[in-house]
């Protein structure tokens, strides 16, 4: 029963936040694109960047709203699943949640209203200042969820007060805590796959209309700037991404191996490119480039890494898994680098347009980044067992004593028929707000926002 119990909230909470990260990178990112593109307008006084910023302001408040409802359930998971894990991280968690809801919450909502509203009631650099101030807030509020869950990756600027269930981690230096030994590379790159989630839905939509041959001028200049965004935020990606392999190297090394199926330690070591895991006979099978694993850990083609065998059996996380999740992430963020690198470069020869073998493949790469959001959280999360808090507090443990598993088992049905009604909803909305597209309206400004010289045509080159 107890196992069961384990299996099942651990199943509910991963289901809950599988979930709700579909849309928190998307507002952040696309909270940037909301930025650019009305700052394009303040600069050019083009029409159709105006245009843009109202269309793409309607999808971030759609994202924004699915985003705050989804996140609600989890703040109660931890009460009723893990009261001994939220007894244990209390002080810690607290801190990190009341910051994100001062400095991230209060500013994004605060400001919500100006940039949803605000169009024709408030000067342009006051709108744009709103704007700002949102996609300013976006990203505040990934800092501080970072920042709880780095802490439970590498645990710093604490100390153990009690024993037993009434063990708590109790905070001695909240910028220790703050800037534990994972948190910066873990928030580059988290930020970065938020930003090229945003900019790759901006690519998709834009690319379908351009298929389709509506809203011509209107995609072309929207997608001329989202593909910039992706290829910058996708070769980021790759940078942050090489950061973060090497603080997981550092700090918690048995998860590495893990990723990469390494169950001796070795030097020279391989990275495996594709592959599959034997687990009973403690093997890795696959494609491998000699020397890359360990310049990968540690700039140094020669260094060694450490393998599985070298972690007691009971303190290693599961490997086909975590290899899984980590080599699916790393292939969609190669391949999107990729295809943005095409975009870019037939946009630059403006063929874009006559290449539509590569604007269906556009219209699907919004896919990547959140599939790739979503194995890199996977991985994280699963890199770490046994442990909920590294080395302090076993997943086990964490669970609440009195919550039985048929009660689980019913929430996590519920839940889960409850989340796919709101998903259908998101489908339903999003495709409606595209297949309407963007007002024609838009494009002349009224209100205190209207400019004399924004009637003028502007011309859009072709891609």
Same mark, same amino acid.
């Given at each position: 029963?107890?196992?069961?119990?384990?299996?099942?909230?651990?199943?509910?909470?991963?289901?809950?936040?599988? $979930?709700?990260?579909?849309?928190?990178?998307?507002?952040?990112?696309?909270?940037? *694109?909301?930025?650019?593109?009305?700052?394009?307008?303040?600069?050019?006084?083009?029409?159709?960047?105006?245009?843009?910023?109202?269309?793409?302001?309607?999808?971030?408040?759609?994202?924004?709203?699915?985003?705050?409802?989804?996140?609600?359930?989890?703040?109660?998971? $931890?009460?009723?699943?893990?009261?001994?894990?939220?007894?244990?991280?209390?002080?810690?968690?607290?801190?990190?949640?009341?910051?994100?809801?001062?400095?991230?919450?209060?500013?994004?909502?605060?400001?919500?209203?100006?940039?949803?509203?605000?169009?024709?009631?408030?000067?342009?650099?006051?709108?744009?200042?709103?704007?700002? *101030?949102?996609?300013?807030?976006?990203? $505040?509020?990934?800092?501080?969820?970072?920042?709880?869950?780095?802490? *439970? @990756?590498?645990?710093?600027?604490?100390?153990?007060?009690?024993?037993?269930?009434?063990?708590?981690?109790?905070?001695?230096?909240?910028?220790?805590?703050?800037?534990?030994?994972?948190?910066?590379?873990?928030?580059?790159?988290?930020?970065?796959?938020?930003?090229?989630?945003?900019?790759?839905?901006?690519?998709?939509?834009?690319?379908?209309?351009?298929?389709?041959?509506?809203?011509?001028?209107?995609?072309?200049?929207?997608?001329?700037?989202?593909?910039?965004?992706?290829?910058?935020?996708?070769? &980021?990606?790759?940078?942050?991404?090489?950061?973060?392999?090497?603080?997981?190297?550092?700090?918690?090394?048995?998860?590495?191996?893990?990723?990469?199926?390494?169950?001796?330690?070795?030097?020279?070591?391989?990275?495996?490119?594709?592959?599959?895991?034997?687990?009973?006979?403690?093997?890795?099978?696959?494609?491998?480039?000699?020397?890359?694993?360990?310049?990968?850990?540690?700039?140094?083609?020669?260094?060694?890494?450490?393998?599985?065998?070298?972690?007691?059996? @009971?303190?290693?996380?599961?490997?086909?898994?975590?290899?899984?999740?980590?080599?699916? *992430?790393?292939?969609?963020?190669?391949?999107?680098?990729?295809?943005?690198?095409?975009?870019? $470069?037939?946009?630059?020869?403006?063929?874009?347009?006559?290449?539509?073998?590569?604007?269906?493949?556009?219209?699907?790469?919004?896919?990547?980044?959140?599939?790739?959001?979503?194995?890199?959280?996977?991985?994280?999360?699963?890199?770490?067992?046994?442990?909920?808090?590294?080395?302090?507090?076993?997943?086990?443990?964490?669970?609440?004593?009195?919550?039985?598993?048929?009660?689980? &088992?019913?929430?996590?049905?519920?839940?889960?028929?409850?989340?796919?009604?709101?998903?259908?909803?998101?489908?339903?909305?999003?495709?409606?707000?595209?297949?309407?597209?963007?007002?024609?309206?838009?494009?002349?400004?009224?209100?205190?926002?209207?400019?004399?010289?924004?009637?003028?045509?502007?011309?859009?080159?072709?891609?």
């Amino acid at each position: 029963m107890a196992m069961d119990v384990l299996f099942l909230s651990r199943l509910q909470f991963g289901l809950t936040i599988g $979930f709700h990260y579909i849309y928190p990178p998307l507002s952040i990112g696309l909270g940037l *694109m909301l930025v650019l593109m009305e700052g394009a307008w303040l600069k050019t006084k083009n029409p159709v960047y105006h245009q843009m910023a109202r269309f793409w302001t309607k999808v971030f408040a759609l994202t924004f709203a699915l985003g705050v409802a989804t996140g609600i359930v989890m703040e109660f998971e $931890f009460g009723t699943n893990w009261a001994t894990y939220s007894r244990f991280v209390g002080d810690v968690f607290g801190s990190a949640l009341a910051a994100e809801g001062i400095f991230a919450f209060f500013l994004e909502s605060g400001f919500l209203a100006v940039l949803l509203f605000g169009w024709d009631k408030v000067g342009r650099k006051t709108h744009f200042f709103a704007t700002c *101030m949102v996609c300013l807030g976006a990203h $505040f509020s990934a800092v501080w969820i970072v920042v709880a869950n780095s802490w *439970m @990756q590498t645990p710093a600027g604490y100390h153990i007060v009690g024993e037993g269930l009434h063990a708590r981690a109790e905070v001695t230096d909240f910028w220790a805590m703050v800037f534990n030994p994972s948190f910066t590379e873990r928030l580059f790159h988290t930020i970065c796959g938020a930003w090229s989630a945003g900019a790759f839905l901006v690519v998709s939509v834009s690319a379908w209309y351009l298929l389709k041959k509506k809203h011509v001028d209107f995609a072309r200049l929207s997608l001329k700037i989202s593909l910039v965004v992706a290829l910058i935020a996708s070769l &980021l990606q790759g940078l942050s991404g090489h950061i973060s392999a090497q603080g997981v190297a550092k700090n918690q090394p048995v998860k590495l191996a893990a990723f990469e199926g390494l169950y001796e330690t070795t030097s020279n070591a391989p990275l495996m490119v594709i592959g599959w895991v034997d687990e009973k006979n403690s093997k890795t099978h696959g494609i491998e480039i000699p020397y890359l694993l360990s310049f990968l850990a540690d700039n140094n083609f020669h260094s060694t890494v450490a393998g599985l065998n070298q972690f007691p059996p @009971q303190d290693r996380p599961p490997v086909a898994s975590s290899f899984f999740f980590f080599h699916g *992430m790393v292939g969609i963020g190669c391949a999107l680098i990729g295809v943005s690198l095409l975009g870019c $470069f037939y946009a630059w020869k403006k063929k874009l347009v006559e290449k539509r073998w590569l604007l269906w493949l556009l219209v699907f790469s919004v896919l990547g980044p959140e599939l790739a959001n979503q194995l890199g959280w996977f991985a994280a999360e699963v890199g770490r067992q046994p442990w909920i808090v590294w080395h302090e507090l076993r997943t086990p443990q964490g669970l609440s004593a009195v919550v039985k598993a048929n009660a689980v &088992l019913a929430s996590l049905i519920l839940f889960t028929f409850i989340y796919f009604l709101l998903f259908a909803v998101f489908i339903y909305l999003l495709n409606d707000k595209i297949q309407h597209g963007p007002h024609e309206d838009d494009l002349i400004p009224s209100g205190k926002l209207a400019l004399p010289d924004e009637l003028t045509e502007h011309k859009n080159h072709d891609l």
